[in-house]
């Protein structure tokens, strides 16, 4: 099983919405109430991709399995140089590296950005992905207490931080 990283194309996003869509409806991985459509998303990445943002995907023999980005973190010029990401892999393709493939990936494409920092805003329940960057590198650099409300209950989110100079 060889994992294959390669930029996003249009033809991916119906997979991804799919991703997109089982992680708004079964977990506190995206804090949307509602299933993206194939139009949002479109929207979306175009944004990104407009201000030079890259956006990648992971295959498996051919089959998407994963994706992920960063864009900014904030909207004030002089947080130019750090950049938020997200990684999302298809629920049963989970523990085969996909994930940190295409973080690692992305760490590389930030660095030749000449960007500084990446930051990764994680639900305090997902404990598998504050694990998983723990392992990468990252370090939680704070916690902000009832920053979201989803299936009838306060959410905390994690700040987790990569320096990338």
Known sequence: MEITIRPYITEDVET?????????ANSTALYDYEPRTFEQQISIFEDKL?????IIVATIEERVVGFGYYSEFRFRE??????????????NEHGKGIGKKIIDNLIE????????????VIDAENESSIAFHTQIGFNTVGIIKESGYK?????HSVIMQLMLE
């Open 16 to 24: 991804i919405v799919a991703i997109l869509n089982y992680y708004i």
């Open 50 to 54: 407009n201000k030079g943002f890259p």
């Open 151 to 155: 299936f009838e209950r306060w959410l």
């Open 78 to 91: 002089a947080y130019k140089y750090t950049v938020e990401h997200s990684v999302y892999v298809l629920p």
């Open 109 to 120: 494409l930030a660095k030749k950005q000449k960007l500084h920092t990446m930051i990764g």
